[in-house]
T-cell receptor, first 112, second 117 residues
Framework: QQQVKQSPQSLIVQKGGISIINCAYE??????FPWYQQFPGKGPALLIA?????SEKKEGRFTISFNKSAKQFSLHIMDSQPGDSATYFC???????????FGKGTMLLVSP | GAVVSQHPSRVICKSGTSVKIECRSL??????MFWYRQFPKQSLMLMAT?????????EQGVEKDKFLINHASLTLSTLTVTSAHPEDSSFYIC?????????????FGDGTRLSIL
């Protein structure tokens, strides 16, 4: 089954701390893994994405770590800020197909 | 960056009304667009995939006669909720695929909050 399991469901981090959100997948055919950030009342915005040929990708304070053998990938937000408070979704797709399979989302609250 | 505009942002209407939602890619051509539905504090549920110039592909359980999709140009797809009822109230979000190859970014609109009274 094409499923992406995301944890935790919610997360509270102090300002300046590291936020870590994890995702696991079952279908080994997945080969594109984006992360989206969604603020209340808005659509998701693409944050960062990775393909399985690399184990890590960093863009500013956001880093994706990818473990192909464990079929897991995670988002790390360094120096978390109150403005990062949002819902984060991991997703996955398969080459040749354009549809995304989303995780259930993680509500992040960064306390001042 | 790629921008997707969705209109209207909010609709409140009476039961039985048909509602049309527009999704436009502003600075790129989108052969493929997607329509999602999102309930509060839940993930996005794909309703249908819309391809320019052809019939939309609906996900299992989504009524194609209820949710009419038209993708008449490379920059515009519309979703019409026909004879809407309170159970159709939800947050509807479109996305557009940048490029024609798979594994390209999907860019999302800001959603339409539909409330049926």
């Amino acid at each position: 089954q094409q499923q992406v399991k995301q944890s935790p469901q919610s997360l509270i981090v102090q300002k300046g701390g590291i936020s870590i959100i994890n995702c696991a997948y079952e279908n080994t055919a997945f080969d594109y893994f984006p992360w989206y950030q969604q603020f209340p009342g808005k659509g998701p915005a693409l944050l960062i994405a990775i393909r399985p040929d690399v184990s890590e990708k960093k863009e500013g304070r956001f880093t994706i770590s990818f473990n192909k053998s464990a079929k897991q990938f995670s988002l790390h937000i360094m120096d978390s800020q109150p403005g990062d408070s949002a819902t984060y979704f991991c997703a996955a797709s398969i080459s040749g197909y354009s549809t995304l399979t989303f995780g259930k989302g993680t509500m992040l609250l960064v306390s001042p | 960056g790629a921008v997707v505009s969705q209109h209207p942002s909010r609709v409140i209407c009476k039961s039985g009304t048909s509602v049309k939602i527009e999704c436009r890619s502003l600075d790129f051509q989108a052969t493929t667009m997607f329509w999602y539905r999102q309930f509060p504090k839940q993930s996005l549920m794909l309703m249908a995939t819309s391809n320019e110039g052809s019939k939309a592909t609906y996900e299992q359980g989504v009524e194609k006669d209820k949710f009419l999709i038209n993708h008449a140009s490379l920059t515009l797809s519309t979703l019409t909720v026909t004879s809407a009822h309170p159970e159709d109230s939800s947050f509807y979000i479109c996305s557009a695929l940048e490029g024609t190859h798979s594994n390209q970014p999907q860019h999302f609109g800001d959603g339409t909050r539909l409330s049926i009274l």
